[in-house]
T-cell receptor, first 117, second 112 residues
């Protein structure tokens, strides 16, 4: 069946421009996660959605980052006034309704490679 | 501060040999620990997940251990294959806010 999809797969932008990254989770998955992976670094947790709400936004690196999810499905991650340090691969993952113990398996999308010149 | 430290950062082994990767964490309150395999240019794939009460869990040639007292986990790979070449990432979830903390990963290269 269809997995998690992300678009665009690659995005090159100029410093100071806004970008919007899209994630289409697996149908029926209630939880959605955004991560980023900078070159040579590990995965960095950004934000988690349960349905349309994000209980914890403290992982977002600055107020230039925002994310929303509508209809319990598609999510967009917006980066305003991009900086060169924003260059990274942005990964989205979704999981079925997580148990209270959080043992859900996350299914990752292919990522969006963002390059800020 | 929640932290996950992995060692070694990189490892080269010959095909057929075994290896063990380490993960130490300070995440609290602990919920579970997961090992992921990430191939270059791909998203991470879950190998094992362990909760507080579990000491050992196997998935084929992968065996993970967890010592919740010392807050250490290991991933043992048996009879390595060339396809095992990847980054292996340790991820710990806490019970507060469903937060995940990622280790920096161990980059494994298996040579023929």
């Amino acid at each position: 069946g269809a997995g998690v999809s992300q678009s665009p797969s690659n995005k090159v932008t100029e410093k100071g421009k806004d970008v919007e990254l899209r994630c289409d989770p697996i149908s029926g998955h209630t939880a959605l996660y955004w991560y980023r992976q900078s070159l040579g670094q590990g995965l960095e947790f950004l934000i988690y959605f349960q349905g349309n709400s994000a209980p914890d936004k403290s992982g977002l690196p600055s107020d230039r980052f925002s994310a929303e999810r509508t209809g319990g499905s598609v999510s967009t991650l917006t980066i305003q006034r991009t900086q060169q340090e924003d260059s990274a691969v942005y990964l989205c993952a979704s999981s079925p309704n997580p148990s209270l113990r959080g043992t859900d398996t996350q299914y990752f999308g292919p990522g969006t490679r963002l390059t800020v010149l | 501060k929640n932290q996950v430290e992995q060692s070694p950062q990189s490892l080269i082994i010959l095909e057929g040999k075994n290896c063990t990767l380490q993960c130490n964490y300070t995440v609290s309150p602990f919920s579970n620990l997961r090992w992921y395999k990430q191939d270059t240019g791909r998203g991470p794939v879950s190998l094992t997940i362990m909760t507080f009460s579990e000491n050992t869990k196997s998935n084929g040639r992968y065996t993970a251990t967890l010592d919740a007292d010392t807050k250490q986990s290991s991933l043992h790979i048996t009879a390595s294959q060339l396809s095992d070449s990847a980054s292996y990432i340790c991820v710990v979830r806490n019970n507060a806010g469903n937060m995940l903390t990622f280790g920096g990963g161990t980059r494994l290269m298996v040579k023929p």
